[in-house]
DNA sequence: GACATAATAGAATATCTATTCCAATACTCT
DNA sequence: AGAGTATTGGAATAGATATTCTATTATGTC
């Protein structure tokens, strides 16, 4: 039933990736996509009700894709939640460009459809709870304190270090692993 | 010799700081700021030649009111220019928006005029400086990796979380200081 | 082989907004 | 007062690009 398809949404997500990693966001033209894919634009439109929704697709994707992994590790080791950060980043380098160098509000302007929507609240919802479930494993209560000084340990610090090198398109460094490393032992003492 | 000025460049940029702030950079429209400060649009070509020169001038602006107290601090205390992040942040709500949700790479396009040009490498190399400086107080030899860490304890640590928090349009709660106090303690002591 | 349909093709359209441009004003200086 | 000029005022223009729309082309089914 129906034409077999040329191309695939990969093809056009990982395209659109690539295009903002390396040109920044405002490079991503529908038309501009097409010809890197050698695709119509039709297509993409056959595909995508709008650059917003491909945009958020994109977004999601990346989202998922690292968070599954973070929250996962995060289940049994802090420690290594907060190295793997810095692993994903090496070996993500365009997605870990748009994900730390972008903020979704500025890559979408209008609403979402609905189905994308579930899926961000989804994830919002998953980071929450295993950020809160970490951080009660580690200091016996989830207050907002401690929620905060665990996402400070095992990400915020990690992130803001690893965007540096990022946005002047360089790879961190190895020690960027002492710094961070340091930090946790610091921050995430026991009894705090 | 010719006409009072009604309106005055800062206004121009306050308002539009505020815009960035508040509404996002895609907000930032000419006429959506002529209407904000009740002026033509004519008189906001008059004072700047383009949208990105009036960014630019804006971004400027706010890097070297930043920037400029904190090298300051930084030149006798370490801990105290730290600290002075999480201040400025709470004290600047917009102007720290602007900093640290954007990335001037992306907030223009085409090329600056040749004076902002300057103003922005000044500002570069006075950053470089200040930093290898006070590495060297500290650590003895201003190695790269040393540079690297200084700057993490003292920028990217404290810039990362509080940009969560800017973010999520709160402002950073007191016991961040905590957070970032405790990093720095981590990962500055001497003889490194 | 004809039909139904999924997908490609890409030209035409619609929209948004930066920028230009030309008057109209109000101020200073002589 | 008149000349010269900086500035306001805002309508008209230009350019970019997202989106629509109407073929056209394959592919599976009967």
Redesign the pocket.
Known sequence: ???????NNEEFINSAIKIIAEEGLGAL???GLSTRVT?????V??RFP???ALIAELWLNIIESFQGEWLKILQTDGLKAMLFCMEWVRNHPNEARVMLLYRIDDLTSGEWPENLKKRAQKLSGELQEGVAAFTKKQFGRATKENIDRTFYAIHDAPMGILRRYLQNNQMPPRYVADFILETYEAVMKKTK
């Open positions: 039933m129906g034409r077999k398809a040329y191309f033209t529908i038309a695709a119509p634009v039709g297509s439109y056959h709008s650059r917003d």
